[in-house]
């Protein structure tokens, strides 16, 4: 495996890994976290059953998000690796769409969600793994 292949397999299960904790947290956590807490201004005590409801189960879908997103991008590390050309626009496609869209609500919640630079740093990361796994255009000689 060459250098460039090895690390695109990196950085993709370094996000793998990341998003997967992510969801999870989202998942399984019983509750609001505290950044929630703290951009709603009360606390769980002091919300309506139902609303409360609502945000667990919206919390749930995040979390959902960022396990089918890792999941995805597990079952494509190795065809991307080795430069596949649609794998390559369907990772960038589908985690650009994604984390963009995460940026916008925790920037409109007056970025009160630490979660914000991840997803910065997940579109960094992102990038220079498309242009790292992008294969090299082959030379030709002349007169042949």
Do not use: C
């Amino acid at each position: 495996m060459k250098k460039r292949e090895i690390a695109v397999t990196v950085i993709i299960l370094i996000m793998v890994v990341v998003g997967l904790a992510m969801g999870l947290v989202y998942l399984l956590s019983p509750s609001l976290l505290p950044y929630h807490f703290a951009f709603l201004g009360m606390t769980q005590d002091q919300m309506e059953p139902r609303t409360f409801d609502l945000l667990m189960n919206m919390k749930r879908i995040i979390g959902a998000h960022f396990v089918a997103l890792s999941l995805g991008a597990l079952l494509l590390v190795g065809r991307m690796a080795k430069g596949d050309v649609f794998v390559r626009w369907s990772i960038l496609i589908m985690v650009l769409i994604s984390q963009v869209s995460l940026i916008y609500v925790a920037y409109a919640i007056h970025n009160q969600s630490p979660v914000r630079y991840l997803n910065v740093i997940e579109i960094v990361l992102l990038l220079i793994v498309f242009f790292l796994s992008r294969n090299p255009e082959k030379k030709t000689k002349k007169g042949k």
